[in-house]
């Protein structure tokens, strides 16, 4: 079964793609044509995930899926949210956790969690996957792996942030790995 993964970003490609194996083939958006920016505009992390999905299947009727990903806070009343990547008015990521750390200053509610959606648009029919990790904003970074805000996000039932973890720990527990998992299982039910 041939899929497009609506996505530009290489290290998310190479990461669905050691995961799908080989009951399935992997383009990318350049290989189906499509030089497009996506739109995310709805507002929301499934409402973006939807919206690219169902563009590359609209417009190129291929068979697809897409992710949007973002960090809620409780006390900050769910942001950075969908706006995590450009929370400064960049795409900085110290930039990005400088904010958050301030808006959090003198917070005692540290809880947040990760979000993930993967939609699916399989022949024209759409599915939604997610995964969650719940977790706390640390007062200061910790570690040097990971992207975005993993310096500052402790999972809960660990004592290492994301940065801490080597890339294949983390991706045991991450929100993305919940999602893709979800999606991976469908469609292997989908094939047999």
């Known amino acids: 079964m041939e899929l497009c993964f609506a ?9 669905v793609a050691a995961k ?7 383009k990318t958006l350049l290989d189906i044509g499509c030089t497009d920016e996506l739109p995310e505009t709805s507002g929301t992390i499934p409402g973006n995930s939807r919206q690219k999905a169902d563009y590359v299947w609209t417009h190129f009727g291929v068979s697809c899926f897409a992710d949007d990903s973002g960090l809620e806070v409780d006390a900050l009343r769910g942001e950075p949210g969908v706006d995590s990547a450009h929370y400064s008015g960049s795409r900085n990521h110290e930039q990005n956790i400088q904010k958050l750390l301030s808006n ?6 540290r809880k947040a969690r990760f979000l993930t959606v993967f939609t699916l648009v399989l022949h024209g029919v759409e599915h939604q996957f997610d995964g969650i990790i ?18 500052v996000f402790l999972p809960d039932g660990y004592d290492r942030t994301f940065a801490e973890m080597t890339i294949d720990e983390k991706g045991l527990i991450s929100h993305r790995a ?6 991976i299982a469908y469609l292997k039910e989908q094939t047999m």
């Open 7 to 15: 996505t530009n970003n290489e290290h998310k490609l190479a990461e």
């Open 20 to 26: 799908l194996g080989d009951a399935f083939t992997l």
């Open 104 to 109: 959090l200053a003198g917070e005692s509610n």
């Open 134 to 151: 719940n977790g706390q904003i640390l007062t200061a970074p910790r570690g040097t792996g990971g992207f975005g805000y993993d310096p």
């Open 178 to 183: 919940q999602a893709l998992a979800k999606m």
